[in-house]
C-alpha cells in the first residue's frame, strides 16, 4: 500500500498539469467577457456585425456536405382518446408539457389529460372539477410534508378555488401515472384568476394572478396555533397596500402575469407579464423572506436598448416575449435573458456594475477580476440591470438569413436558444441559435438553424432523461446532447441539439475518414485543444468501440494534434510570452490577430479605440507549460525559463480530457460528517468506465505515437505543424540543427509528461475501483473503525488527495476492510484475490502479508495456552520483520498492545526504523545538531520518529489503563481491600519500567528521545532521572536550549549533572540561565537559579580550585544585586500604574540582570526611589554622608508629603522608619542617627504633633540610649533657630524633657556599669535646657518641670 519511489515524482507532475489546465478551463471567457461588458465597464450592443453569427461552414473547406446542430428525433401524436374529446369542448382549451415526468397535458373545461410523449402509451386524467381549469402546474413536493409514494403535486386553477393532487406512480415497468381521487389541498383564489404556476426545486408553489400579483402557495404538514396547514400569501403586496380601501385599487392599471420562471441554483424568481414588463424577486428560504428586487417596464427596456444602438427601429426591442433564466453554469454573472417579438436578446443581471476609472490591462487573463466593471459575486442580488442586447441574425450588413418575426416562445440550455416564430398561420418556425461550436472566439459568435414544424407550438421545455449518476461532469455534458420537446397542437416533436462530437462525426462520416480538408479544417477552425477533446470523446466512447468512427476520430486526433516546441526566448520576450497558434486566421503575427478582434466586434461599441480593450486570443488558446517553466530538463543546453515548452494540441486535449472528467470529484470530499460515502455506487461506475475508456485508448497508443506527428501519404497538402511549430519555425532565427534538437527535448519533455498522465490514469483507475469495492460493502462501518486520527484525516480529505498525495488513506481503508472481515470471523481470501485484481498498486505483496498476520494475532488472542500464544506472537513478530516497514505499523501494533506483547511494539519499530534508514542518515543529523540545510538527513529522522510514535502509544496505553483501573478501584472501594489499590501501582510501575529497559537496549538514540519525551510529557521524573544512559544529557541540553523558559526542564538538566557528580556544570548552566537576555524568564525565577547555583558550588564535591572560589564569590555577588534589584522591581510595579517609562522599567528589569551601577543610575535615581537608592547605596558599601543624607531625607519626606489627615501621616513615618531602622540600624554608614533624629523633630515640629511622641518612638525601636542622649544633647547646646522658625521654639526642649523621662522611668534597664555615666549625661541634658529656660521670658512651667526632672536624676543615683 506503500508508493512506490516514481510514484510522488509522476502524481506531482500529473496533477500540476493537471491543476494548470483545469484553471486554464475553468477560467475562459464567460459569457459576461463575449458580451464585452467586462472589458468596457458598461451595457454592451452585438450582432449587428458579420461575425457576429456565422453558419456550421465556416468549419468546412467548402460547400460539398451540410452540417447540422439540430436534428429530430422523435415524433408522435396526441392519442386518439384524447382528440375524440374535443369533440365536446365548450369554452376553453389549454396544452403544456410536464418534462420532470415525460408527459403532455391538455385542458378541456374542467378536465385535463396527461400523456406521455415520448410514446402514446400512459394517458391519465382528470374529471373531479366542476369549473373551468384556468392554469396548470407540477411541482415537486416538500421533503418530509408527505409520504414517499406521493411523488409530485399537481396544481389545478379554476376562477374560485386552487386544487393540488397528489401523484403516484405505478411499480410496474411501464411507470403509470395515478392522479389521487380526492384533492390534498383546497384554497379559495379570492376572485383573482390565476394565469401560470411554477414549482421551484425545493417544492414552493408560485402563482402569478391576472391582478398582476405574485403569490405562493405556501403548505405544511400539520396545521400549527398560529398557521393552517396550506394558505396563499400575495408576495407583492405589503402592509400598507392592506390599508388601502378596495374600491380605490379599482382605478389602478393592472398587467397581468404571463409567465414565472425560476433560477434554482441563486433562489431567483423572474415575472413576465401581458404588457412585456419584467420583474426580480429573490424568494429566500419561505415566503417571509421574499423580496422583489426591482421591476422594469417594457419602455424602460426599449429607452435603454435604443441608447445602445441608435440606428435602428425602437419598436423591435418592445413586446418580450419569452424569459430565460441563466443558471450558475451557464453563467455566473448574467442571470437573465429576455427575447422580444423581433428576436432581440435583452441580458440582464441583478447586481449592479462596480465601474472603476482607467482602461482595462492588456494582460489580463480571462476569468481573473479585471480593473473595469466586474460585478461583485459577492453582492447580494439587488435590483434588475440590462447589460447587453444581442441583435438577431439578419441585422448584419451580408446577412444571408432572414429576421426572425413574431416570436412567441424561448428557451436556452448550454449556450443554445431556440425560438418559436410564427411562419404561417398554422405552422411556427424553429430557430436555432447557438455558440457552441464558435468556443475558440473571444467575443460572442453563434451560428443558426432553422427548421420547420408540423403546427403551432404550445409549449417547449428540455427533455430531463433519467440519469443514475448524480454528478455533472463537463465530459458527460459534451457527449450527451441535450433533447427538447415541442408540444405543437399536431403532437410532440423532440428536438435534439447536437454537440461538437455530433458534428465531427457528421463530418468524418461526410469525408469517409480523416484524410479530408475538412477534417483538418475542423481542427483549424475551432481551438486545437478543445477538437483534440472532441475526437477523444469519439474515439473512447463505447458506443462507437472497434467501428470506423473510433478508429478515424483516433487517426484524426493522431493527425492534427499537432508537435510540441521551445518558444525562443527572442520571439517569447517580443510578444510577452503570451504567444499560441492562432485560431483566427493562419497568420502568427499576435498584433493582427489583435487588430482584427477590434474588427469582429459589433457597432457601436465603446472604447474600442486602444488594442488593449480586447482579450487576446492566445492568452486562452494554449497555455505556456507550467513543466516549462518550473522544472529542468534532462538536458543541460537548454534553458526552460528562457525557452518555455509550447506542449502540442494532443498533450493538452488528453490533460483537459482527464480534468473535465474528473472535475466533478477533485474537490469533492470524500465523505460527509457522517462517514457516508459522498461517491455513490452508480457515481464510481460510471467514473470508473470513463477512465477505463481513456486507460484503454492510452494502452492501445502508446506515449511514442501520441507525441510523435503520424505522416500521412497527403502531407504535402496539410500542414504538419498545425499552428503549434510554426511559431518556432517562422519566428525564430536559430540554425535548423539547433531547432532539431529543441524540437527533439521537447518532444522528450512531452513523453514525461503523458507517461506521468498515464500512469496517474492508472493510479486513478485503481483509486476508483477500490472505492467501487469499499461502497459495495457497509461502508459507514467501516469507516467508523478507523481511529481517530484516520478519521480525522479521512473527513478532511478530498479526492484530489486521494490521487495525489493521500495513498496512506486507500492502505488503512484496505485494512479497516480486512479488518471487517476479521471481525466476523469471515474469510479474507475473496476480497483479498479482488482487492490484488483491481487495485494491485494499493493492496500488495505485503498487504497479503499484513492479513496473514492479523490473522496470528487473533488467533494468539483467543489462545488460553501461554506457550501458544507466545510462539504465535513471535511467529507474527517474524513475519512482520521480514515485510516491513511497507506494513500497516500502527495496526499491526495497536494489536500487539492488546495482546500485551508490548516487546514486540519495540523490536518492530526499530526494525522499521533501521529498514527505511539503512544508512541511518537520521541518526547521524541528530548527533550532527539537526542543520537545517541537511534536508535528506531531517527526512530520515523525521520517518524513525514517526515510527517511534508507536511506542509512545504503546505507554500511552499502559499508563491510560493504569489510571482507568484506579480510577474505578476508588469508585469501588467499599468492595475491594486497601491493598488491592498499591499493587496496581506497582504493576504498572513495574511494566513501565520493563518498557523502559527493552527500549533503551536499542542502540538508536532516537528511541530514546522517544521515550524521554513521554516520560517528561507524563511527569514521570523520578523513572526519567533514574536513567544513565548518556543520551539522556544530550537530550536534556538539547530541551533547554529549545525551552530555556522551561523550569522542569532546567531542574532536570542541573540535577542529572548533580546526579552524575557534575556539580559545577550545573551551576553554570543555572549562572547561564539567571545572565539570559530574555523576556521569557522572570527576576525571581533568575534570583531562584542562583541560589541553586551558589548551593551547587558549596557542594564539597567541586573541589576548592581558584577558578571555583572566583565563581562562588561572583556568584554569590550577584545574588546580592539580584536581590537589590527585586526591590527595585518591587518599587517599579506600584509606580508603574501611574507612569508609563515605569511600566517600560518594569519589562526591562525582567528582562536581564544589571550591575550595582545600573540600578542606580537607570532605574533608582531617575524615578526617585528613595528607598531602593539607600540599598543601592548600602550593597554597595557607599560612604558619602551627605548623598546618605539626602536620600534618608527624600524618604522621610516623601512619606509626610503623600496625603492624609496628620495622625495617619505620623503613622505611616513612624512605621517606616521602625522597617528602616531594623534593615539598616547596624549598617553604620548608611544610619545617620544623628541627622535621622534632627529630621524627625523638625518634622513633628512641622507636624504639630504631640510632645516628645520622637523620642518615644525612637526608645521603641530599640536604639542606643547613650547615642540618644548625646545627639539630644548635642542639638540643645547648639540651640538653633528653627525650632522658632517652625512656630514652637520649645518644641526641642520639650523632646529633651521626654528623652530623659523615659530614661527614668526605664532606669531599671540600664547595665549598672553604664548607669552613672547615662545619667550624668542626662543630667546635663535638663541643665542646658534649664540654662535656654533662664534667658527666656515665660519658662516658668519648663523651669519647674525640668527641676522636677533633675530632682529624680539625682535620686536615681542614689
Not at 691 to 720: G, K, M, Q, W, Y
Request: net charge negative; with cysteine; charged share 20%.
Amino acid at each position: 500500500m506503500a508508493a512506490t519511489q516514481s510514484q510522488p515524482d509522476f502524481l506531482t507532475t500529473a496533477g500540476n498539469m493537471l491543476e494548470f489546465h483545469e484553471n486554464m478551463d475553468r477560467n475562459k471567457p464567460g459569457l459576461l467577457e463575449l458580451t464585452g461588458v467586462s472589458q468596457h465597464g458598461r451595457a454592451t450592443t452585438s450582432g449587428l456585425n458579420d461575425y457576429d453569427y456565422q453558419s456550421l461552414t465556416f468549419m468546412k473547406s467548402d460547400e460539398t456536405h451540410n452540417l447540422q446542430q439540430l436534428r429530430t428525433i422523435s415524433k408522435s401524436s396526441i392519442p386518439n382518446e384524447i382528440l375524440e374529446h374535443f369533440k365536446h369542448i365548450k369554452c376553453h382549451c389549454t396544452m403544456g408539457l410536464f418534462p420532470e415526468i415525460g408527459r403532455a397535458w391538455l385542458t378541456i373545461d374542467s378536465e385535463i389529460y396527461i400523456w406521455t410523449f415520448n410514446q402514446a402509451r400512459d394517458v391519465a386524467y382528470y374529471d373531479g372539477l366542476s369549473h373551468l381549469i384556468v392554469s396548470v402546474g407540477l411541482v415537486k413536493p416538500r421533503d418530509g410534508v408527505f409520504v414517499n409514494d406521493v411523488k409530485y403535486l399537481l396544481v389545478l386553477t379554476t376562477p374560485i378555488e386552487v386544487i393540488v393532487l397528489g401523484v403516484t406512480f405505478a411499480e410496474n415497468a411501464y411507470k403509470e401515472m395515478q392522479l389521487m381521487n380526492r384533492p390534498i389541498f383546497v384554497v379559495g383564489t379570492d376572485n383573482v384568476s390565476i394565469s401560470v404556476i411554477k414549482g421551484s426545486e425545493d417544492g414552493r408553489i408560485f402563482m402569478g394572478g391576472r391582478d398582476g400579483c405574485l403569490y405562493e402557495f405556501f403548505y405544511q404538514a400539520e396545521s400549527t396555533w398560529f398557521g393552517k396547514r396550506c394558505k396563499k400569501v400575495n408576495l407583492s403586496q405589503g402592509y400598507v397596500s392592506l390599508m388601502v380601501p378596495s374600491f380605490l385599487k379599482v382605478f389602478s392599471e393592472t398587467d397581468p402575469i404571463e409567465r414565472i420562471e425560476i433560477d434554482n441554483s441563486r433562489k431567483l424568481l423572474y415575472l413576465l407579464t401581458e404588457k412585456g414588463s419584467i420583474e426580480a424577486w429573490d424568494i429566500g428560504r419561505d415566503y417571509t423572506h421574499a423580496r422583489r428586487l426591482g421591476r422594469m417596464t417594457q419602455n424602460d427596456m426599449a429607452s435603454q436598448a435604443v441608447g445602445l444602438i441608435t440606428t435602428l427601429d425602437p419598436s423591435i426591442f418592445k413586446s418580450v416575449k419569452a424569459i430565460c433564466p441563466l443558471t450558475a453554469d451557464d453563467s455566473d454573472k448574467l442571470h437573465l435573458m429576455a427575447v422580444t417579438q423581433c428576436g432581440v436578446g435583452l441580458y440582464f443581471s441583478t447586481k449592479s456594475l462596480n465601474a472603476q476609472t482607467g482602461p482595462p490591462s492588456d494582460n489580463v487573463l480571462y476569468g481573473q477580476s479585471n480593473q473595469v466593471s466586474i460585478l461583485a459575486e459577492t453582492e447580494p442580488p439587488k435590483g434588475l440591470y440590462l447589460y447587453h442586447v444581442r441583435l438577431p441574425p439578419g441585422h448584419t450588413p451580408n446577412a444571408t438569413t432572414n429576421k426572425p418575426k413574431q416570436v412567441h416562445a424561448a428557451f436556452y440550455t448550454e449556450g443554445t436558444m431556440l425560438m418559436i416564430t410564427t411562419q404561417q398561420q398554422e405552422q411556427d418556425l424553429l430557430w436555432s441559435v447557438s455558440s457552441a461550436p464558435s468556443v475558440n472566439f473571444p467575443y460572442l459568435v453563434e451560428s443558426t438553424a432553422l427548421e420547420s414544424l408540423d403546427g403551432v407550438v404550445w409549449g417547449m421545455a428540455e427533455v430531463e432523461e433519467p440519469s443514475q449518476s448524480k454528478l455533472k461532469s463537463p465530459l458527460n455534458s459534451a457527449r450527451s446532447s441535450r433533447k427538447v420537446a415541442l408540444l405543437t397542437n399536431q403532437g410532440t416533436q423532440i428536438i435534439e441539439l447536437l454537440k461538437m462530437a455530433d458534428i465531427l462525426m457528421q463530418i468524418l462520416l461526410a469525408c469517409n475518414g480523416p484524410h479530408h480538408e475538412e477534417v483538418k479544417m475542423f481542427f483549424h477552425s475551432k481551438n486545437q485543444r478543445e477538437a483534440c477533446v472532441t475526437a477523444l470523446l469519439l474515439a473512447t466512447s463505447e458506443r462507437y468501440r472497434g467501428g470506423e468512427i473510433h478508429l478515424w476520430a483516433t487517426q484524426a486526433f493522431m493527425l492534427y494534434g499537432g508537435e510540441p516546441c521551445f518558444q525562443h526566448q527572442k520571439f517569447a520576450s517580443a510578444n510577452n510570452r503570451n504567444v499560441a497558434n492562432q485560431t483566427l486566421g493562419p497568420s502568427p503575427n499576435v498584433s493582427v490577430a489583435r487588430d482584427r478582434l477590434l474588427m469582429y466586434m459589433s457597432t457601436p461599441m465603446p472604447n474600442t479605440g486602444a488594442a488593449g480593450n480586447s482579450f487576446p486570443a492566445s492568452q486562452y488558446n494554449v497555455p505556456l507549460s507550467p513543466i516549462g517553466i518550473n522544472q529542468q530538463t534532462q538536458q543541460p543546453s537548454v534553458n526552460n525559463e528562457n525557452s518555455p515548452i509550447i506542449f502540442s494540441a494532443k498533450h493538452d486535449g488528453l490533460y483537459l480530457y482527464v480534468g473535465r472528467m474528473l472535475r466533478p470529484i477533485w474537490q469533492m470530499r470524500c465523505v460527509d460528517d457522517n462517514f457516508c460515502s459522498k461517491l455513490q455506487v452508480q457515481d464510481c461506475d460510471g467514473l470508473l468506465c470513463d477512465l477505463l475508456a481513456l486507460r484503454s485508448f492510452l494502452e492501445a497508443h502508446s506515449v511514442h505515437d501520441i507525441s510523435t506527428s503520424n505522416r500521412a501519404p497527403f502531407e504535402s497538402h496539410i500542414d504538419r505543424t498545425s499552428g503549434y511549430s510554426n511559431i518556432l519555425i517562422n519566428n525564430s532565427h536559430m540554425p535548423l540543427t539547433e531547432q532539431r534538437n529543441l524540437s527533439e527535448q521537447a518532444q522528450v519533455e512531452e513523453k514525461r509528461s503523458l507517461s506521468s498522465l498515464n500512469l496517474f490514469i492508472k493510479h486513478a483507475c485503481e483509486v476508483i475501483s477500490l472505492w467501487s469495492i469499499l461502497t459495495h460493502h457497509p461502508f459507514q462501518q467501516i469507516c467508523l473503525q478507523l481511529s481517530p486520527e484516520q478519521k480525522k484525516m479521512l473527513k478532511c480529505c478530498s479526492f484530489r488527495d486521494l490521487f495525489l498525495t493521500r495513498s496512506e488513506v486507500c492502505a488503512f481503508l484496505i485494512i479497516s476492510l480486512i479488518n471487517l472481515y476479521l471481525k466476523d470471523k469471515a474469510g479474507v481470501s475473496d476480497v483479498s484475490a479482488k482487492l490484488r485484481d483491481k487495485c494491485p498498486n494499493l493492496y500488495r505483496h505485503e498487504d497479503a502479508v499484513t492479513s496473514k498476520a492479523t490473522e496470528l494475532l487473533m488467533t494468539a488472542k483467543n489462545s488460553t495456552s501461554r506457550s501458544e500464544k507466545e510462539q504465535c506472537l513471535r511467529t507474527t513478530l517474524h513475519i512482520c520483520k521480514e515485510a516491513a516497514p511497507t506494513l500497516p505499523l500502527h495496526s499491526i501494533c495497536q494489536q500487539f498492545i492488546s495482546a500485551d506483547f508490548f516487546e514486540g511494539v519495540v523490536e518492530l519499530t526499530a526494525v522499521c526504523a533501521a529498514k527505511s534508514d539503512p544508512e541511518e542518515v537520521g541518526i547521524h543529523f541528530y548527533n550532527n545538531g539537526e542543520p537545517t540545510e541537511d534536508r535528506e538527513g531531517y527526512t530520515c529522522y523525521a520517518t524513525r520518529m514517526n515510527y517511534y510514535k508507536e511506542v509512545q502509544m504503546m505507554l500511552d496505553h499502559v499508563y491510560q489503563t493504569s489510571c482507568n483501573k484506579k480510577t474505578m478501584q476508588e469508585q469501588a472501594q467499599s468492595h475491594i481491600q486497601p491493598k488491592s489499590v498499591p499493587s496496581t501501582k506497582s504493576s504498572t510501575k513495574q511494566t513501565i519500567q520493563k518498557i523502559v529497559s527493552q527500549t533503551l537496549q536499542i542502540k538508536d538514540p532516537l528511541i530514546h528521545v522517544t521515550l524521554y519525551e513521554w516520560l517528561l510529557a507524563h511527569e514521570m521524573l523520578s523513572e526519567l532521572l533514574e536513567v544513565v544512559e548518556p543520551s539522556l544529557g544530550e537530550f536534556l541540553r538539547r530541551s533547554v536550549s529549545r525551552n530555556a523558559e522551561n523550569v522542569i526542564l532546567i531542574d532536570l538538566l542541573w540535577k542529572y549533572y548533580e546526579k552524575n557528580g557534575h556539580h559545577a556544570q550545573a551551576a553554570q548552566i543555572l549562572d547561564n540561565l539567571a545572565m539570559t537576555r530574555s523576556e521569557n524568564i522572570t527576576l525571581e525565577q533568575r534570583i531562584e537559579y542562583l541560589v541553586r547555583a551558589v548551593m551547587c558550588m558549596r557542594n564539597g564535591n567541586v573541589g576548592s580550585s581558584i577558578t571555583n572560589g572566583i565563581f562562588l564569590k561572583e556568584l554569590e555577588d550577584k545574588l546580592d544585586i539580584a536581590r537589590v534589584q527585586k526591590g527595585v522591581l518591587a518599587d517599579m510595579r506600584a509606580l508603574a500604574s501611574r507612569n508609563i517609562e515605569a511600566a517600560s522599567a518594569v519589562k526591562e528589569l525582567n528582562f536581564a540582570l544589571y550591575d550595582i551601577t545600573q540600578l542606580y543610575q537607570h532605574f533608582a535615581e531617575p524615578f526617585n526611589l528613595w528607598e531602593c537608592q539607600l540599598s543601592i547605596l548600602n550593597c554597595s558599601h557607599h560612604n558619602d554622608p551627605l548623598l546618605i543624607e539626602s536620600v534618608w531625607g527624600n524618604i522621610i519626606n516623601s512619606i509626610v508629603e503623600e496625603p492624609g489627615t496628620t495622625h495617619e501621616r505620623s503613622v505611616r513615618l513612624f512605621t517606616k522608619m521602625e522597617l528602616l531602622v531594623r534593615e539598616y540600624g547596624e549598617s553604620g554608614a548608611c544610619f545617620p542617627f544623628a541627622f535621622l533624629i534632627r529630621e524627625l523633630e523638625i518634622k513633628a515640629c512641622q507636624l504639630k504633633l504631640p510632645e516628645g511622641i520622637v523620642p518615644e518612638k525612637l526608645v521603641t525601636m530599640n536604639l542606643d540610649v547613650e547615642l540618644l542622649l548625646e545627639y539630644y544633647s548635642r542639638m540643645i547646646s547648639m540651640n538653633e533657630r528653627v525650632w522658632a522658625n517652625e512656630g514652637n521654639e520649645w518644641h526641642l526642649i520639650q523632646s529633651a524633657i521626654r528623652v530623659v523621662s523615659l530614661l527614668a522611668d526605664n532606669a531599671q534597664t540600664i547595665w549598672y556599669r553604664s548607669k552613672r555615666r547615662i545619667i550624668g549625661k542626662a543630667q546635663d541634658i535638663v541643665a542646658g535646657c534649664l540654662n535656654i529656660c533662664y534667658q527666656k521670658p515665660d519658662t516658668n512651667r519648663l523651669q519647674h518641670s525640668l527641676k522636677e526632672l533633675q530632682s529624680r536624676l539625682q535620686r536615681l543615683l542614689i
